[in-house]
């Protein structure tokens, strides 16, 4: 989220105006710092002052990793497509973002279909359902089987023509 931000943010600033984003973002890192050591009384929509002051520590290491690397590049202003280390995290993140959309169009399809599938509630008399209790549970592995069939049935398969 902070290297997005200082990416959004840093685009065409020169050496001075990151130089006075580091500073910025240090000076907000040491405040929320010390806003942890204070009672404060906060409202019920107040945000943990922990998680802020993490997005201020990441805000400040992303803007200093910026000002080397402007440094190091002899850039005269930012240039996020020309920052590789920046692009590989953009495209990293991407892909994260891609790959979790998936999976969520997955399990919507999933959740779909179930509730898509027909259910019926079939009542049967006694004797029918414990036959078909029997058949059902009996062993899968036999590979012919004689199933009761009724007399009218079995009397014409008996029949020779």
Avoid: C, F
Avoid at 3 to 20: F, K, N
Avoid at 23 to 36: K, V
Avoid at 78 to 89: F, L, T
Avoid at 131 to 142: E, G, H, K
Wanted: aromatic content about 6%; overall charge neutral; charged content about 35%.
């Amino acid at each position: 989220m902070a290297r997005a931000s200082v990416r959004r943010q840093g685009e065409a600033l020169s050496r001075e105006q990151v130089t006075e984003k580091v500073a910025e973002a240090g000076r907000r890192e040491r405040e929320t710092g010390r806003q942890l050591h204070v009672a404060v009384d906060r409202g019920p929509y107040d945000g943990d002052p922990r998680d802020l002051g993490e997005q201020w520590a990441a805000r400040h290491a992303e803007w200093r990793r910026v000002a080397a690397l402007m440094d190091a590049e002899d850039w005269p202003v930012y240039e996020p497509e020309r920052d590789v280390q920046g692009s590989m995290w953009v495209q990293g993140r991407e892909d994260r973002r891609q790959e979790a959309l998936a999976r969520r169009a997955a399990w919507q399809k999933d959740q779909w279909e179930a509730r898509e599938e027909l259910k019926t509630q079939v009542w049967l008399n006694a004797d029918t359902s414990r036959r078909l209790r029997t058949i059902a549970n009996a062993p899968a592995s036999v590979p012919s089987r004689s199933w009761p069939t009724s007399p009218t049935t079995s009397a014409s398969t008996t029949q020779a023509p």
